[in-house]
């Protein structure tokens, strides 16, 4: 069979334009694969720094515990204000290892979907006093001031567990990347039948452009040996995956310099049905009756 020139510069020019094609796949396929190897780097760097700054986390109030409740051996005895002091160093280090636990058994728990709702008659102003019982020790030390204002008692439908770490995450980090003297609002009510809690502070601030990603697994924008503030990366991870199971939202309001704030909205129903467990928290720092209370 006789090729005519321009069938065979058809037939090579569709030729070229497969390898071309195939080149373009290949570039492509190239670029795909650096890419993920990036994340993947990035993903061990962040693993790393986590598991880094959790050690730090649990094994100073651990080697605290260790050493307060050493002391309390002494076959000397200790007078009765050296024991009020070591007393109040082991409840505020017991405090502190059990948040960072909790947290780390949540992420867990999230991350092989094993978080399941337990939903309870829950008051919200009883349960936020709770939280802030729990932060007492942060409070002091960090000096910040508390001011909690709302309707006052308020109940819903909710997975009360994951509501607390939810809010207890929150004000952890407004109390922890607050200024020196600074304050800590704590705004709840119910509208549209849903709870709205916003948690402010007058702190540091956070930029615009790093608004989604704080919310990553083991992400801190503080990181390196120049460290400045405490944290493991994973408390704001925790609060948005348990909003989301509750079927509610995280927002974040924030200016750079001037202080930052999280709100989270979640329905006043988070389950058809509700047990017959009543959650009601503590009172031990707040009076009934105010609107605004201080720490």
Same mark, same amino acid.
């Given at each position: 069979?006789?090729?005519?020139?321009?069938?065979?510069? *058809?037939? =090579? %020019?569709?030729?070229? /334009?497969?390898? $071309?094609?195939?080149?373009?796949? +290949?570039?492509?396929?190239?670029? &795909?694969?650096?890419?993920?190897?990036?994340?993947?780097?990035?993903?061990?760097?962040?693993?790393?720094?986590?598991?880094?700054?959790?050690?730090?986390?649990?094994?100073?109030?651990?080697?605290?515990?260790?050493?307060?409740?050493?002391?309390?051996?002494?076959?000397?005895?200790?007078?009765? *204000?050296? =024991? %009020?002091?070591?007393? /109040?160093?082991? $409840?505020?280090?017991?405090?502190? +290892?059990?948040?960072?636990?909790? &947290?780390?058994?949540?992420?867990?728990?999230?991350?092989?979907?094993?978080?399941?709702?337990?939903?309870?008659?829950?008051?919200?102003?009883?349960?936020?006093?709770?939280?802030?019982?729990?932060?007492?020790?942060?409070?002091?030390?960090?000096?910040?001031?508390?001011?909690?204002?709302?309707?006052?008692? =308020?109940?819903?439908?909710?997975?009360?567990?994951?509501?607390?770490?939810?809010? +207890?995450?929150?004000?952890?980090?407004?109390?922890?990347?607050?200024?020196?003297?600074?304050?800590?609002?704590?705004?709840?009510?119910?509208?549209?039948?849903?709870?709205?809690?916003?948690?402010?502070?007058?702190?540091?601030?956070?930029?615009?452009?790093?608004?989604?990603?704080?919310?990553?697994?083991?992400?801190?924008?503080?990181?390196?040996?120049?460290?400045?503030?405490?944290?493991?990366?994973?408390?704001?991870?925790?609060?948005?995956?348990?909003?989301?199971?509750?079927?509610?939202?995280?927002?974040?309001?924030?200016?750079?310099?001037?202080?930052?704030?999280?709100?989270?909205?979640?329905?006043?129903?988070?389950?058809?049905?509700?047990?017959?467990?009543?959650?009601?928290?503590?009172?031990?720092?707040?009076?009934?009756?105010?609107?605004?209370?201080?720490?």
């Amino acid at each position: 069979m006789k090729i005519t020139d321009e069938s065979l510069l *058809e037939e =090579l %020019k569709e030729k070229l /334009g497969e390898k $071309n094609r195939a080149l373009f796949d +290949l570039q492509a396929s190239n670029s &795909n694969l650096e890419s993920l190897n990036e994340k993947l780097e990035e993903s061990e760097r962040l693993k790393s720094n986590f598991l880094s700054n959790i050690r730090n986390e649990i094994n100073n109030p651990l080697t605290a515990l260790i050493g307060l409740s050493a002391e309390l051996t002494s076959p000397e005895g200790l007078e009765p *204000e050296r =024991l %009020k002091v070591i007393a /109040g160093m082991i $409840n505020s280090e017991a405090i502190s +290892l059990d948040f960072q636990i909790r &947290n780390v058994m949540t992420a867990a728990d999230l991350e092989a979907g094993e978080a399941e709702l337990h939903i309870t008659k829950t008051e919200i102003s009883s349960l936020i006093d709770e939280c802030l019982s729990n932060l007492l020790p942060m409070v002091k030390e960090y000096g910040v001031e508390i001011k909690k204002d709302g309707p006052g008692e =308020l109940w819903i439908n909710t997975d009360k567990d994951k509501l607390c770490i939810i809010i +207890l995450n929150l004000i952890s980090n407004a109390i922890v990347f607050n200024r020196e003297g600074g304050t800590v609002g704590i705004d709840y009510r119910i509208e549209d039948n849903s709870l709205f809690i916003a948690i402010s502070d007058e702190g540091i601030g956070i930029s615009q452009k790093h608004h989604k990603e704080i919310f990553d697994r083991f992400r801190q924008l503080d990181t390196g040996v120049s460290k400045k503030y405490k944290g493991h990366g994973l408390g704001l991870s925790v609060a948005r995956s348990g909003v989301e199971i509750l079927g509610g939202q995280i927002d974040l309001e924030s200016i750079v310099g001037e202080g930052s704030k999280f709100i989270i909205t979640v329905p006043v129903n988070a389950g058809m049905e509700v047990e017959g467990t009543f959650s009601e928290g503590s009172e031990l720092f707040f009076d009934d009756g105010d609107d605004v209370q201080e720490f």
